[in-house]
C-alpha cells in the first residue's frame, strides 16, 4: 500500500510541470489572437466602409410615397393589415371599406383571413365569429341576402358553441341574422330572430333593467315597422315604465317611448295601408299575422288592450310637449315639431278648433328663430292617404269593354281645413 501511494504521488509530480506549461501556452495563442484583429481592423478602415455600403445596397428601397400605389397593390391593401398590423384594427378599416362600397376586396380579403384562422386554428375557434360578421356584412351590403345569413348563421354557431347557448353575445348577431331575413322577404322567419334576441338578454337582466332598453325599442320598432301595433305598444308601455321605475322620466330615451305610444294609436286609427281581408294576402306581404301580445314577452300579462283610444295618444304627444318647453337645451325645432305632432293629432281625430292654436305656435317657434321650417305652412301638407293595394285584372269572363275617358273632381277647403263640395 505504501509503494502504491508513493508511485501516484511521483507521477503528478511529473505531470505538473507540463500542465504549467499548457496553460502558459493557451494565454499566449489568446493574446496574439486579440492582438491580430485589432491591427486588421485598424488597417483597412476603407474596407469596413465599403461593406457598410455593400450592406446599404442590400437594404430595400424605400416605400413609395402615399400618393403612388405600387403595382399590383389595389386589391392587397386590406389584407395587408390583417395579416401584418392588428386584427380588430384591420377588420375595422374594413368595415369602413364596406361602407364606402369596397365590396369586392373586403370580400376576397376576409375569406382569405377566415381561412387563416382555420389553419392555424380549427374550425370553431372564437376568433372566426367577428370575421364572419363582417363579411355577412360586406354580403349585405352586396345585396347578397342568402350568403349574407349564411356567414351569419355561422358565426352564431360559432359564438353559442364557445361562450354558451344563451350567451349575451349573440344578440348583435341575431339582429343581423334578423335584418337578412326582413331584406329576403321572410318576416316570419325574421319576426322570430328578433324575438329570441329579446329573449337572451332579457335571460341576463330584469325587464325594468335600464340595460333591457335597447332591446325593448329594437323589438318595438320591428313590430311597428310591421304594422303589429298592438305588440308594438306594449314594448313602448314598458320601456316608459322602466324609465319611470329608474327615475329617468325625462330625455331622449323617455321621448322615443312617447312617441312610439302615440304613432302606434295613429297607426291603429289611420293604419298606412288599406286593409285586407284575409283571403286577399298576397305573398310578400309587408305586413304580419296580428299577434297583440306575444306568451313571450314578461309584461303580456299586465298589458291594457285599448282600441282606438284618442285620449291615450293626446296624452303622450302632450307629455312631449310639456318635456321640450321645460328643457332648456331643447331646440327650437323639436318643440315646433312637438307641437305640429300634437296638432296634427288633434286635426287627424276632427279636432280642428284644438289645432289650429298649435300650428300658430308652432310656427311663431319657427319664425323667431329664423328657421326655413316656418316655410311649410304655406303649403298643405297630406297627414293621411294609405298606401293602395297592387291592382289587379278581373278574371278574362269578367272584364267589360275598354273605356277612354277623364273624370273632373272639385271641392273646397273651408278656413278651418274641411273639405265640402266635392
Not at 397593390?73 to 395587408?80: I, K
Request: proline letters at 7%; charged letters at 25%.
Amino acid at each position: 500500500m505504501a509503494i502504491t501511494t508513493w508511485f501516484f504521488r511521483r507521477r503528478f509530480q511529473t505531470l505538473r510541470p507540463i500542465r504549467l506549461m499548457w496553460r502558459v501556452w493557451t494565454a499566449a495563442c489568446v493574446l496574439v489572437f486579440v492582438v491580430t484583429s485589432g491591427r486588421a481592423a485598424e488597417d483597412a478602415p476603407d474596407g469596413g466602409e465599403a461593406s457598410t455600403q455593400s450592406e446599404a445596397t442590400a437594404t430595400p428601397a424605400a416605400p413609395p410615397a402615399a400618393d403612388e400605389a405600387p403595382p399590383g397593390s389595389e386589391d392587397s391593401t386590406l389584407g395587408g393589415s390583417l395579416v401584418e398590423g392588428s386584427t380588430g384594427d384591420a377588420l375595422s378599416t374594413i368595415e369602413l371599406a364596406i361602407q364606402a362600397k369596397e365590396v369586392d376586396a373586403a370580400k376576397a380579403e376576409l375569406n382569405a383571413y377566415i381561412e387563416q384562422i382555420e389553419t392555424a386554428t380549427h374550425r370553431y375557434s372564437l376568433e372566426l365569429v367577428r370575421p364572419l360578421v363582417v363579411l355577412g356584412d360586406a354580403h349585405m351590403a352586396a345585396g347578397e341576402y342568402e350568403e349574407a345569413g349564411e356567414s351569419y348563421g355561422r358565426a352564431l354557431h360559432i359564438d353559442r358553441v364557445g361562450s354558451g347557448l344563451h350567451s349575451p353575445s349573440q344578440a348583435n348577431i341575431v339582429y343581423k341574422e334578423a335584418d337578412a331575413l326582413a331584406a329576403l322577404g321572410d318576416l316570419a322567419a325574421a319576426n322570430d330572430r328578433e324575438h329570441y334576441a329579446y329573449e337572451v338578454q332579457l335571460r341576463e337582466h330584469e325587464p325594468d333593467s335600464m340595460d333591457m332598453l335597447p332591446a325593448t325599442f329594437r323589438l318595438g320598432d320591428w313590430h311597428l315597422k310591421t304594422h303589429n301595433v298592438l305588440m308594438a305598444r306594449a314594448l313602448y308601455q314598458q320601456a316608459d315604465k322602466t324609465l319611470t321605475r329608474n327615475q329617468q322620466e325625462t330625455g331622449e330615451a323617455t321621448l322615443r317611448a312617447l312617441k312610439g305610444i302615440a304613432t302606434t294609436y295613429r297607426l291603429e286609427r289611420f293604419p298606412p295601408v288599406f286593409q285586407r281581408s284575409s283571403e286577399d294576402q298576397v305573398d310578400g306581404a309587408t305586413t304580419l299575422p296580428a299577434r297583440p301580445y306575444e306568451d313571450n314577452t314578461p309584461f303580456a300579462d299586465e298589458a291594457v288592450h285599448y282600441v282606438n283610444n284618442f285620449p291615450q295618444g293626446e296624452k303622450a304627444l302632450s307629455r312631449i310637449v310639456n318635456m321640450l318647453r321645460e328643457d332648456p337645451n331643447a331646440s327650437a325645432l323639436d318643440k315646433a315639431n312637438a307641437f305640429i305632432d300634437l296638432a296634427d293629432w288633434f286635426l287627424l281625430f276632427d279636432r280642428p278648433e284644438r289645432a289650429t292654436p298649435l300650428y300658430v305656435e308652432a310656427r311663431r317657434i319657427l319664425t323667431e328663430a329664423k328657421l326655413p321650417q316656418a316655410d311649410r305652412f304655406a303649403t298643405a301638407e297630406l297627414l293621411y292617404f294609405p298606401e293602395p293595394p297592387p291592382l289587379r285584372a278581373p278574371a278574362p269572363d269578367d272584364r267589360d269593354e275598354i273605356r277612354h275617358g277623364r273624370v273632373k273632381v272639385g271641392f273646397t277647403v273651408t278656413p278651418g281645413g274641411d273639405v265640402n263640395n266635392l
